[in-house]
T-cell receptor, first 113, second 110 residues
Framework: EPEVTQTPSHQVTQMGQEVILRCVPI?????FYWYRQILGQKVEFLVS????????KSEIFDDQFSVERPDGSNFTLKIRSTKLEDSAMYFC???????????FGSGTRLTVV | SQQGEEDPQALSIQEGENATMNCSYK?????LQWYRQNSGRGLVHLIL?????REKHSGRLRVTLDTSKKSSSLLITASRAADTASYFC??????????FGAGTTVTVRA
């Protein structure tokens, strides 16, 4: 069964450093998403991406965050200057459209120290 | 907010019993989805029910949707130890993004 692949599985970074989280969505999916889950809390929407541009973003997705689909297969989330409160599990997801279920990756656990 | 809210927050049952959890949401939806998350792992899509559907089955899972009450339920029949996980409902409105609830943690005792 097709999978969404995320790398790395765990990233530890110092406060203020830039991180790039990588995702390979399912190849024939058109919609891509990033979500995050702070330990013990809800899964929160960050951003959706369609047709090579951001279609929607949440309040969490401020100027420190950016997304790219640099080569038609990878989908990246960059955090420019990490803060302690960015520590969370970050999930990438893709889907064929809103009428279908989303396929989530297994996540990247980001720890900012 | 579109977010679904699950009830109960936690559920502990004996293997073989049924587990039922509920989800309520606030405004009109396109569809509602249920996901499972094993501890520290990713989210696994279980089932999707569209706003014009009332009930759906998938294996040991049964989902109902009552749009007049803005609520859904997930029933897991004949539970197994491997069903131990957190279960989340998530709604999709016309903005096409998933909005998750806080989840129900299910523990199945052997």
């Amino acid at each position: 069964e097709p999978e969404v692949t995320q790398t790395p599985s765990h990233q530890v970074t110092q406060m203020g450093q830039e991180v790039i989280l990588r995702c390979v969505p399912i190849s024939n999916h058109l919609y891509f998403y990033w979500y995050r889950q702070i330990l013990g809390q809800k899964v929160e929407f960050l951003v959706s991406f369609y047709n090579n541009e951001i279609s929607e973003k949440s309040e969490i997705f401020d100027d420190q965050f950016s997304v790219e689909r640099p080569d038609g297969s990878n989908f990246t989330l960059k955090i420019r200057s990490t803060k302690l409160e960015d520590s969370a599990m970050y999930f990438c997801a893709s889907s064929s459209g809103s009428r279908y279920g989303y396929t989530f990756g297994s996540g990247t656990r980001l720890t900012v120290v | 907010s579109q977010q679904g809210e699950e009830d109960p927050q936690a559920l502990s049952i004996q293997e073989g019993e049924n587990a039922t959890m509920n989800c309520s949401y606030k405004t009109s939806i396109n569809n509602l989805q249920w996901y499972r998350q094993n501890s520290g792992r990713g989210l696994v899509h279980l089932i999707l029910i569209r706003s014009n559907e009332r009930e759906k089955h998938s294996g040991r899972l049964r989902v109902t949707l009552d749009t007049s009450k803005k609520s859904s339920s997930l029933l897991i029949t004949a539970s197994r130890a491997a069903d131990t996980a957190s279960y989340f409902c998530a709604t999709v409105a016309n903005d096409y993004k998933l909005s998750f609830g806080a989840g129900t943690t299910v523990t199945v005792r052997a």
